[in-house]
């Protein structure tokens, strides 16, 4: 990921599972981050109208307003390419860390009634173990701009921890907010005042903008593959309209949740092919061969429609649809992979 030659998602999904493959990975990977990327605006821009104008107001003309200028502006900022991404995300962790720290101190939650009481189970460990799965095929992306391994580790360390404590905050800021009375109520929990309602503005918009110019610049290395005659600030300009038309043509978020958990079974498989193979290399110490990238492919395709038939046609959750592929294709490709293994060492002893 950090090596003399660093290569993004598509890049290695082109090495592993032939050249098709890539092209399958990057269509995927552009529709995911399209969906994501109309979540995020759904969610935030919900929470602001329902601050600014009221329940009744989300779903309307006001709302479709301010999604498409935050979306706009999202767009504009991402035609700096990953300079631009790197100083948004310097100028918004001050801000976004200062708004956790306020509500720490001053925010009082005793007021707003969860319906499901939490308890501490280990039935959520595998959407943890499988959220960061995804992850990893897209730090493939933003990673190979590091200037070394240690500054690569000491980053995903750093993104690990802040994670955890902006995921934690997540549960009680509301940051994900579906169209209701949640952020009015939320907003109650912090002194009254002005400085309480930009701040939580503020961790809205903010968290939108860096969230959604990552989105932007993730699709941006499929886009290279599909489209390499319009690359540079035009790819980032059309990945960003592209975003925007997705959010006014499909205005439920359910579907968009759908459509994105499609893409997340799909390339969290396709993770899963990154790690597997890169352990059967560091095991083996062989370079990749033909029989390794059949395998892989078969892993992937396999673990892929496993994961997509639970979730469409046994209507299972998407958590364990997602669990399910990337389980069968690590397997698939574990099991191929040493039977291959053992075949050639009895070809050797035999010999």
Not at 36 to 57: E, K, M, N
């Amino acid at each position: 990921m950090t090596g003399p030659k660093r290569k993004n998602t598509v890049e290695l999904a082109s090495e592993y599972i032939f050249k098709g493959g890539a092209y399958v990975a990057a269509g995927v990977l552009i529709l995911t981050a399209a969906s994501w990327f109309s979540i995020q605006l759904i969610s935030d821009t919900s929470a602001l109208v329902t601050l600014y104008a009221g329940p009744d107001s989300v779903g309307g003309a006001i709302h479709i307003q301010l999604g498409v200028v935050l979306g706009l502006v999202s767009a504009k900022i991402a035609m700096y390419g990953i300079r631009g991404l790197k100083w948004l995300c310097v100028i918004t962790v001050i801000p976004l860390i200062a708004f956790i720290i306020y509500t720490a101190f001053f925010a009082d939650f005793t007021s707003i009634v969860i319906n499901s009481p939490k308890t501490i189970s280990l039935y959520g460990l595998p959407a943890v173990i499988v959220f960061w799965l995804a992850a990893t095929a897209d730090y493939l992306t933003f990673f190979r701009h590091s200037d070394s391994m240690r500054q690569s580790v000491v980053a995903l360390l750093a993104i690990l921890v802040f994670s955890i404590v902006v995921q934690v905050s997540g549960a009680f800021l509301g940051g994900s907010v579906l169209p209701g009375r949640e952020s009015l109520e939320v907003i109650d929990a912090y002194p009254s005042g002005w400085l309480s309602l930009t701040a939580y503005t503020g961790f809205l918009i903010l968290s939108n903008l860096a969230i959604n110019i990552a989105n932007i610049y993730w699709a941006s290395v499929a886009w290279e593959l599909l489209v390499p005659k319009y690359v540079g600030k035009k790819e980032y300009l059309i990945l960003g309209l592209i975003g925007v038309i997705w959010f006014v043509l499909i205005r439920s978020e359910h579907v968009h949740i759908f459509l994105a958990t499609i893409g997340d079974i799909i390339i969290g498989c396709l993770a899963c092919v990154f790690v597997m193979v890169f352990i059967a290399d560091k095991l083996g110490h062989h370079r990749l061969m033909l029989s390794d990238k059949i395998i892989a492919s078969i892993g992937w395709t396999i673990g892929s429609l496993a994961g997509l038939v639970y979730l469409i046609v046994f209507e299972g959750s998407q958590i364990n649809s997602l669990f399910l592929g990337a389980a069968i294709t690590s397997t698939l490709i574990g099991t191929l992979t040493t039977g291959r293994w053992l075949l050639g060492k009895s070809h050797s002893l035999v010999r």
